[in-house]
């Protein structure tokens, strides 16, 4: 028997269980959708900054929030622009339940914030906004 790992393109197999500590949902309270945004918070990020999040174990912040370089990877790209969560699973080439969870966690440590999209029933209908753009026209 060979003690050698046969399969290359497996790539790391226990990374995602160990980034989330072995959670699969968030403790933030809501479901995080795929299509909802993820917003970095304006807050200078610095320790001790006015305006900064709480490190880990001060104030709100869990005492057992420990950032990994996913979390800082998601937050640098949020900073850059807004990034639905399925983009961000495609682009940092994660699951999405792993984003998920690293999402919650970002939420907890106030670092980013979640829009969620709007559901299909608080859209307005379409013959309204037909009717807005023809009076509109007829202006």
Do not use: K
């Not at 949020?78 to 639905?84: I, L, N, S, Y």
């Not at 907890?108 to 829009?115: D, K, M, N, Q, Y």
Request: hydrophobic fraction near 45%; aromatic fraction near 2%; charge should be negative.
């Amino acid at each position: 028997m060979t003690d050698r790992w046969f399969d290359d393109a497996a790539g790391p197999v226990v990374r995602p269980y160990a980034m989330t500590r072995g959670r699969t949902r968030s403790a933030t309270a809501g479901r995080i959708d795929l299509v909802a945004l993820v917003i970095a918070e304006t807050a200078d990020a610095r320790p001790g900054a006015p305006g900064a999040p709480a490190a880990p174990g001060e104030g709100g912040a869990p005492a057992d929030a420990v950032l990994g370089p996913e979390h800082l990877d998601i937050v640098a790209r949020c900073r850059r622009a807004p990034q639905p969560v399925a983009e961000l699973a495609a682009v940092l080439d994660l699951p999405v339940g792993v984003v998920r969870v690293l999402v919650g966690d970002l939420v907890e440590a106030e670092l980013v914030r979640v829009t969620r999209p709007v559901p299909p029933a608080e859209l307005p209908d379409e013959r309204v906004l037909r009717d807005v753009i023809n009076g509109l026209r007829s202006l």
